[in-house]
């Protein structure tokens, strides 16, 4: 069913486009109380309770924008009377929310717009016979975690609970099993969703194929995902894994134990990441392991260098299940009230490369981040793995690895964090900086001869190209799917925030 154009937006954008502002929030109040006529119970407004729990649970304070209006709806027909409406207005912009972990401003929430916060729809239910779970799209990794395991079952999903699984799974999803079992995305056996006419579809291997490999790695440009269903598996037992925290005189030896980590023989059941933290208060750099190794009674296995070096301050490692380690975890990463934004490059793996840019950015950061001293600012440097592609052409993903690339081998993609207190001019340093460090590190990779070109687009920042980079042919498929499902572009350009195809360029 199509919803009537509410006539004021439709002629303000005939007349003047939709840039003037005026115009715009006017026709975003009128859109709004459309909304409100057929979804009565499912509309929130500024200065209410739900609509403050909904700003309130975006981790990050620079996400907390204020829509006109937040949508909160309970099934898919619910999410397809939203996108009917807000396609005939022909200039409401809106967002998607999932988890709301995305660090990217305006990615998953927007000022002076909709936005459709999927939160309410979070039920998960286990079918035994298939060991598939049907989760709705705005389903935590918690939620999910916390049905599946009395089933004696897992999933690919979030190392820290509260993360959105729609988000995750849509952009790729790395997980505790993702070095035996590959992309969380890669789990997923249906996408039911909502297209731009408003129609529920399915996408999966036997109908709308093209669409089904899309969906993972494609994230938000060809519909609204209302449910995913993931293949589940077997928990055989605890898995071994937990936090270390090394002295800071550890600093280099930890870098030369990824190294060895990851040059040494691939092994499928070591996971997990290495960081080091640098407080300006402090001026001392931390350097911590978050590691799990899914074959507890071959543990340590390649992690041995890992876990090995010295001095150790806190050793947390221990056995439990994925919904023990993802909550547990989800108790240290708090919603706060710090700013968080990030950036990601990948490189092939080489004696001297960690080591090359763990000292730029250790050389760098003390000197950034005191000029910014007032914002109480923190930096982190990560290095962790890519999980291997699907070995079976028959059900492919969109990330631009072939079936016999081995990414899991050879690359690591890095994650370069700031964490300050809310300070225009710490925030315009360290966006700048984001930029000023991937370069440095693409340069760093390029000199050593292990550059890689892809962008993982769980942590990429706004000015970084995912979607380019998993190269031309699998960007041309997109852009393809995203014209047959959307041959008018609502996703495109009324869903704001996200990485369009249409913006993409590939490599
Ligand atoms: C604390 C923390 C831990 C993390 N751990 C991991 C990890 O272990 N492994 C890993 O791979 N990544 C990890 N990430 C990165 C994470 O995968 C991304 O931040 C991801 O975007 C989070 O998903 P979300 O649903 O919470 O995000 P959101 O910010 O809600 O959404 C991200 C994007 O997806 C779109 N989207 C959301 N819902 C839908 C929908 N229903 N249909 C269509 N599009 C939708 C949004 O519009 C938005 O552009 C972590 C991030 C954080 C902050």
Redesign the pocket.
Known sequence: MHFSTPSRCLLSCLLFGATTLASRNNDTVSTCEALSSILPTEIFYPDTDTYNASISSY??IQ?RLHPTCIVRPKTAQDVSAAVNLLRDTGCTKF??????????VG??NIEDGVTID?QSMNEVEVVEATEVARVG??A?WQNVYDAVEPHNLTVLG???G???????T??????FFSPSRGW?CDAVVNFE?VLADGTIANANATSNADLYAALKGG??NF????RFDLQAFPLEGPIWGGRIAFNSSAEADLVSAFTEFKSSAYDPHAAGWVTWRYNVTTNQTTPTSILWYTKPEQKPGALKPIVETKPQLMNGMTTGTPREFAKNASMV?KTSNLN?IWATTTFKISPRICHRIHLAWKTAIPSLLSAHASSNPASELTFQSIPPPPRNDSSPNSLGFSATDTPEKDLVFLQIVFYYNTDASASKAFNAGLKDFIKMFDDIAEDEGVSSGWV?L??AARFQDPLGSYGREQLGKLKRVARKYDPRGLFQKQ?V??FKVSAAEAL
């Open positions: 981790p990050f996400l967002a998607v929310k999932g988890g709301g972990h995305n660090a990217n990615f998953n999927m799209a705005g935590l979030g190392r820290i509260v993360v959105g699984v729609a988000g995750f849509t952009g790729g999803g790395v997980s969380a969703l994230q938000n519909g609204i995902i209302t990463v968080t993982y769980n942590f869903l925030g996200g």
